[in-house]
């Protein structure tokens, strides 16, 4: 079944401490971008990579970082998570980020809480 | 960039026709229209998207106006399952090349037994 999945689906950690949220899609999809979904303000881009080691800037990386080594995978670090980072992540895949009118596909995402 | 307003919410009768407007005035030529839903917190999920032409899927069909202002999502004959957020997005290119999906606020759907 084609998908994106995201790991952990629900974390609670304390502000501080490093933790990755992963994402992998089995699509072959060259796309793929972080959201952050907060009350009143929709999903706002973190990231997006346009294929391997190409990444670049949403409109809130602050506090954020990516990596894109492998095709599938787009994980999300946070180095120093702060309570303003707590919100609902979602990761997309897209065939293509430039060309034609390919959608988007979001995975299920992950609920963080920094305490 | 491009923005979208829609209206914060909607009810709509079991088994009616879904009309959910979008209003983006500010949209460009070349700048697609694309409908996605959410359900409770879940991942949004692709309904439709266009240009230029109205466009029917198995989902819904989309109507956009002759000037591309504002478009139409028709959700034929609403079910519960229906019930969501409805988000109207506008896909913009960014001056290196690549796209960006801006999101609204969205409408919330409620279908009505």
């Known amino acids: 079944e084609a998908q994106v999945t995201q790991n952990p689906r629900y974390l609670i950690t304390v502000t501080g401490k490093k933790l990755t949220v992963t994402c992998s899609q089995n699509?072959?999809?060259?796309?793929m971008s972080w959201y952050r979904q907060d009350p009143g303000l929709g999903l706002r881009q973190i990231y997006y990579?346009?294929?391997?080691?190409?990444?670049d800037k949403g409109d809130v990386p602050e506090g954020y970082k990516v990596s894109r080594k492998e095709k599938r995978n787009f994980p999300l670090i946070l180095e120093s998570p702060s309570p303003n980072q707590t919100s609902l992540y979602f990761c997309?895949?897209?065939?293509?980020?430039?060309?034609?009118?390919?959608?988007?596909?979001f995975g299920p995402g992950t609920r963080l809480t920094v305490t | 960039d491009a923005k979208t307003t829609q209206p914060p919410s909607m009810d709509c009768a079991e088994g009616r026709a879904a009309n959910l407007p979008c209003n983006h005035s500010?949209?460009?030529?070349?700048?697609?229209v694309y409908w996605y839903r959410q359900i409770h917190s879940q991942g949004p999920q692709y309904i439709i998207h266009?240009?230029?032409n109205n466009e029917t899927n198995e989902m819904a069909s989309l109507i956009i106006t002759e000037d591309r202002k504002s478009s139409t999502l028709i959700l034929p004959h609403a079910t519960l399952r229906d019930t969501a957020v409805y988000y109207c997005i506008v896909r913009v290119l960014r001056t290196s090349g690549t796209y960006k999906y801006i999101f609204g606020t969205g409408t919330r759907l409620k279908v009505l037994a």
């Open positions: 266009g240009l230029k």
């Open positions: 997309a895949s897209s065939l293509s980020g430039t060309g034609g009118s390919s959608e988007q596909y």
């Open positions: 699509m072959n999809h060259e796309y």
């Open positions: 990579s346009m294929n391997v080691e190409v990444t």
């Open positions: 500010t949209i460009s030529g070349n700048e697609y």
